[in-house]
């Protein structure tokens, strides 16, 4: 099972834990074959229930499952309660697994240099854009310059196509950010967006220089990865990470 998982690949301290799901392994059957995590999506419930059964034996206890909204919210995980609405999620005592599911949109996973807390947010366009890794890092209350952060599979640069209304969004917070917009030579008046990048760049701004992944293209890559905008029905993988 744990074959196929991607386990971040960052200097993370030793007692920071951090897995992700991709769409194999599990009990589903199509569109949401086989590893679908998502309880919103369609699937049948029994089933989903079986699937995050299957990550027990890797996780010290049952994560924090949110309800996603493409909004800012930072949920702390040890007073989260019963699927709390948020897109983001901190943790500073042991054992506590912060998850958040996407199937296109970018996870960021964050913890401390120390060890002291993590966190994970839902960086789909309207969180980035609306500062979710920014509300993330100020609720770890850590300095930006004693994180770390690994960015978990996203749409690529070359599949996500937005509007000017998009790229408009987050020139207007930053300039630099047209860095990450290139004219989609299929479709006048689309960009192609680089989700990295913006997220990259936020994270620049809060003193956040660590970063890692970024290598991923959910919509590219049908064979390991869910991806929303190019199946529309389709199941949802988790970026889980805790302290011990």
């Given at each position: 099972m744990k074959n196929n998982f991607i386990v971040p690949e960052w200097p993370a301290p030793a007692n920071v834990h951090a897995l992700q799901t991709t769409r194999l392994g599990g009990l589903s059957r199509p569109p949401y074959d086989s590893l679908n995590?998502?309880?919103?999506?369609?699937?049948?419930?029994?089933?989903?229930?079986?699937?995050?059964?299957?990550l027990n034996p890797y996780m010290p206890s049952e994560p924090v499952w949110?309800?996603?909204?493409?909004?800012?919210?930072?949920?702390?995980?040890e007073t989260a309660g019963c699927l709390p609405k948020g897109?983001?999620?901190?943790?500073?005592?042991?054992?506590?697994?912060?998850?958040?599911?996407?199937?296109?949109?970018?996870?960021?996973?964050?913890?401390?240099?120390?060890?002291?807390v993590v966190g994970a947010a839902h960086a789909g366009w309207r969180g980035l854009a609306d500062g979710v890794i920014e509300q993330t890092?100020?609720?770890?209350?850590?300095?930006g310059n004693r994180l770390l952060a690994w960015l978990g599979p996203a749409i690529g640069p070359d599949s996500f196509e937005v509007g000017e209304d998009v790229r408009a969004a987050f020139i207007e917070h930053n300039p630099a950010a047209?860095?990450?917009?290139?004219?989609?030579?299929?479709?006048?008046?689309?960009?192609?967006?680089?989700?990295?990048?913006?997220?990259?760049?936020?994270?620049?701004?809060?003193?956040?220089?660590?970063?890692?992944?970024?290598?991923?293209?959910?919509?590219s890559d049908s064979q390991r990865f869910y991806s929303y905008r190019r199946d529309g029905r389709t199941g949802r993988m988790a970026s889980l990470i805790w302290k011990a």
């Open positions: 995590l998502g309880s919103h999506v369609g699937d049948e419930p029994l089933i989903v229930e079986r699937n995050r059964n299957l949110l309800e996603q909204v493409h909004g800012t919210h930072v949920v702390l995980a897109d983001a999620c901190v943790a500073r005592a042991d054992n506590a697994v912060c998850a958040i599911m996407t199937a296109d949109c970018l996870p960021v996973l964050l913890c401390a240099e120390d060890g002291s890092v100020d609720a770890m209350q850590v300095g047209g860095q990450a917009f290139k004219p989609d030579p299929t479709t006048p008046g689309k960009f192609l967006a680089d989700l990295y990048v913006l997220a990259r760049q936020r994270l620049d701004a809060v003193g956040v220089a660590r970063i890692y992944g970024g290598e991923y293209c959910t919509y």
